[in-house]
């Protein structure tokens, strides 16, 4: 077996000098009753040549985002990563340390942490950043337990704009914890119908912006209306690269920022890994979930990074803790963080203007096909269109004339009742021949 | 006539001391690069990616359009990977050295499973892409579901929690749901003291108060405390089997008969499956829920942090209440159960956006099939073999907190051994750095004084292990002989002295900023 270097006669050595007779005596503590002599009805053992044949083979029955047009998004979306990136993240010293317990053997690690939470403060405009979530969805039901704890209040309002899938981790993990969660109907461009539902438990308003249907809005006036409240706002964004284009959250009064940072530096991975974002304003640092770094000296005095304000973890405060989660998104943060050092501010805003700039393209050819409603009025990257007819099977005809067209909004909610909906986004990756073929093979399949 | 020796190996009789207080003019420590942050370079306005220009305008989003600067400096390819090179320097990593902490299974990361992981096929896909073009990611979801099944002699798997903690939720979350289907909502989960602090935070977070049990004086689940402990009132235990003292819990069968008698469930932390996999199957033992850390057992790599994956396999009981998203055979293939509607009525919601850590999925099947049954059952032995090596070596100099029977896959020492040398745990452990190791996880677990758990796992040579414990023994010897000075002030030798947690603390500064007056351009319009 490649990875085990000990030899049969290690073993042997190593018993005599531990003073057992065989490995069974080390498992003496196991009952009887739950040994198991023989290895399990599995497969033995495989070469290297083996396990990429029965990998490749299965990864041959997918087809890549990349091998034709292809306009998926709602809360994923495929980008151009720079090769650097990658190659950084397969360094063994980033890919296989652990958490920087002891930092003065880990400042690598310490320091891309630093630089990532100093930009993502910096793109949502808010004051710190942790140093990251799981994801976006869960970011978003950490930012509401974390509402309830600075507010000391029980309930949350959830936009109908919100993904649904965000909303249902929220709904699963912060009712849990005792929270009235207020999920509003779906609506496409209705996130300020968050302010008629603020009262006096108000915890927080969950807004998102571009939300699942691409819409993008000011949100300045939930804000207001929040805080008049004494609730907070949070709001939510599932593509990151529109910071790079979109007014910040902060800067229109979001309290508690997050995010699905995918987008930079991550690629689709079927939905994971991914990175969540996670900012907040300055005085409310000390009721943040997960992992901080922070700047110190060492016994020289010269500059370093160490994890800090630990006294919020679980593995100090245990059940008092401000969270459970005990991991960030380290190595997808890592690839954050490289790949925006490599955009800059000049390449991020850029590669946002690309996106849009599809966008519209795409808004365009769609939008003049017979029968097709463009219903996103104000978006970045991402649309949502009205069908003649059931869109999950248009995205199934499509698929013949080798066009993945995009989600179906029934399958992120069945409930909604917007079976004809379909949600398409276009980014920096996508070609202007693309576009044009998927507008003529959905005129063609809306004409049959 | 002396001899030319330039250019020869210098022998260790020829190497002068530095003078203690050498430094170098440009305050550089040799190949070891002092790294300025991105912020503090002048990299405003530069960039590293060559963009096509743009065609159309952001005026339709009037008012909306950010006009302010983000503050965001770039750098050029060149100088990215310098930068990121040289901060790597700084880090420890398995691939240098022994990784020791306890708990966390640090074992080599083979790189085939990096590889496939990058596979078009896995990478670019989307998560919401139609069912027909991700057969084969669901099939390798299939499969792992049954690998994991099978190892753990459990009927059921949850892959989407994204880590352990993350599973530990997933977990609770499906007992609480059993509790209300029931009509019998309880309230308290027992922990023992031994936990790790995620069982405590995540039962608190669902909403339970947590109620310790007590330890025998053997390191183990102390049965009478918890049979006085259980009642109509408690929803679960949550035990760590083998536990944190790396000790298997020998009563487990009959601390799950009580469990169920008191009709609660019996929430298995799977952190140290790396111990019994292939030998023992949870489910045996009278599990109803246990995470698997893929990141620990399953060697997807640590990443500085993550990201992990926590799939939880769930008992017969239990596995009504996952959550969606789940596959299925279907007549047209397979296909995802997603919403939480018909064949999902009793799912208990969603644990996040999509379906889990693909990425960590793939990375663990190529694992296990390069493993095998039989490499698996290899594994669980070598990593016990090596723990009890590393013990049985130790054991005289330093003091086994379990000194009686064998450990399982890491070695729990006390401070006993320490007394009246003025040395600490943290100095002994910021010692083992110079020495060229990283600490073994340390004050964890909480009811051993001064604890030391070092978990070597079984990727670590016989001599790997022998060069580790010299070092060790050496150092106890040193800390004996009174060369406190040794270990106060360490580490000497790595890249930075002993930093100040508690001036970080303090003060908080978790971002760049500017020093007043003198802001790069692009932030001073602001």
Known sequence: ??????????????????????????????????RKSEPFALQHHAGELEVERELSALAGLNRAAGAGPFF????????????????????????????????????????????????????????????????????????VMMARRVTRRKRAVLSGGLHPHYAATTQTIAHAEGMDIVRQAVAL???????????????????????????????TAIAEAAHAAGALLIVVTTEAVSYGLLKSPGEMGADIAVAEGQSIGNALNFGGPYIGLFTCREKLVRQMPGRLCGETVDAEGRRGFVLTLSTREQHIRRDKATSNICTNSGLC??????????????????????????????????????GVEVLTRRYFNEIAIRLPGDAARMVEALLEDGIVAGVPFSRLDPAAGLDDVLLCAATETTLDEDIDAFAQALSRRIGQ | MTMQTVGRPTRPEDVQPLDAGFTSLTGGRGLLQ?????????????????????????????????????????????????????????????????????????????????????????????????????????????????????????????????????????????IRAAHEAKG?????????????????????????????????????????????????????????????????????????????????????????????????????????????NLHKTFSTPHGGGGPGAGP????????????????????????????????????????????????????????MRSHGADGLRQVAEDAVLNANYIKARLSGVMTPAFPEGPCMHEALFDDSWLEGT????????????????????????????????????????????????????????????????????????APMRRLDETLAARKPRLTWKPEPGVAPAPLAAE
């Open chain 1, 1 to 34: 077996m490649r990875y085990l270097p000990l030899t049969p006669d290690d073993r042997a050595q190593m018993l005599g000098v531990i003073g057992a007779a065989t490995i069974d005596d080390l498992f003496a503590d196991v009952p009887a009753a739950a």
């Open chain 1, 333 to 370: 943060a890592l690839a954050f963080t490289v790949h925006l050092s490599l955009l800059g501010e000049t390449g991020l805003r850029q590669l946002a203007a690309i996106n849009h700039a599809k966008a519209q393209r795409l808004a365009g050819a769609l939008g003049a096909v017979t």
């Open chain 2, 34 to 174: 002092d790294e300025a942050l991105i912020f503090e370079r002048d990299g405003w306005g530069k960039t590293g990616v060559d963009l096509p220009p743009v065609e159309g305008s952001a005026d339709d989003l009037g008012d909306l359009v950010r006009t302010r600067p983000i503050g965001l400096p770039g750098l050029s390819e060149p100088e990215a990977m310098r930068h990121y090179v040289r901060l790597s320097q700084k880090n420890h990593a398995i691939d240098l050295a022994l990784y020791p902490l306890g708990s966390c299974t640090m074992k080599h990361n083979p790189r085939l499973n990096e590889k496939m992981a990058r596979l078009a096929g896995f990478a670019d896909l989307h998560p919401m892409a139609p069912l027909a073009t991700i057969q084969g990611a669901l099939t390798l979801m299939d499969r792992l579901s049954h690998w994991l099944k099978t190892l753990t002699g459990m009927p059921a798997v949850a892959l989407s929690p994204k880590a352990g903690a993350h599973g530990e939720l997933c977990g609770l979350l499906a």
């Open chain 1, 72 to 143: 998926c998004g709602a809360g994923a979306y495929r980008h151009h990563v720079p090769a650097t990136v990658d190659h950084i993240i397969q360094r063994s010293e980033f890919l296989t340390s652990y958490t920087p317990y002891q930092p003065e053997i880990a400042q690598g690690t310490l320091q891309v942490l630093f630089e990532f939470q100093t930009q993502v403060a910096a793109l949502t405009g808010l004051d710190v950043a942790n140093a990251s979530m799981y994801d976006g969805s869960t970011a978003c039901a950490e930012a």
């Open chain 2, 422 to 493: 003025g040395v600490t745990t943290l100095d002994f452990a910021k010692a083992m750095i110079d020495e060229g190791f990283h600490p073994m996880t340390m004050y964890f677990p909480l009811v051993v004084h001064g604890a030391m758990l070092i978990e070597p796992t079984e990727t670590e040579s016989k001599q790997e292990l022998d060069r580790f414990c010299d070092a060790l023994i050496a150092l106890a010897e040193a800390a004996k002989a009174g060369d406190v000075d040794r270990f106060k002030g360490a580490p000497y030798l």
């Open chain 2, 184 to 292: 019998d909502p309880r309230r308290r989960v027992l922990v023992p003291t031994s936990a790790h602090g995620t069982n405590p935070a995540t039962a608190a977070f669902v909403g339970y108060s947590v109620t310790e049990i007590a330890q025998t004086d053997d390191g183990r689940v102390d049965l009478a405390d918890l049979a006085a402990k259980l009642g109509p009132d408690v929803a679960a235990i949550m035990v760590t089997n083998p536990n944190t003292c790396g000790l298997f819990e020998r009563d487990i069968i009959e601390i799950a008969r009580l469990t169920h008698e008191a009709g609660a469930y019996f929430y298995c932390d799977g952190a140290n499956f790396n111990a019994i996999v292939g030998r023992v199957r949870p489910g045996d033992l009278g599990v109803d829920a246990m995470h698997i």
């Open chain 1, 189 to 219: 461009d209705a996130e300020a119908a968050v302010i008629d539902a603020i009262d006096s438990e108000t915890a927080c308003v969950v807004v998102q912006t571009p939300n699942v249907f691409g819409t993008a809005t000011d949100v």
């Open chain 2, 312 to 367: 939880v396999v769930l008992s017969e009981a239990l596995a009504p209440f996952a959550p969606a998203p789940w596959v299925v055979h279907g007549p047209d293939g397979l296909t995802l159960v997603e919403e939480t509607v018909e064949e999902a009525a009793q799912a208990f919601g969603r644990m996040s956006a999509f379906h889990g850590q693909m990425g960590m999925f793939v990375r663990a099947y190529a694992y």
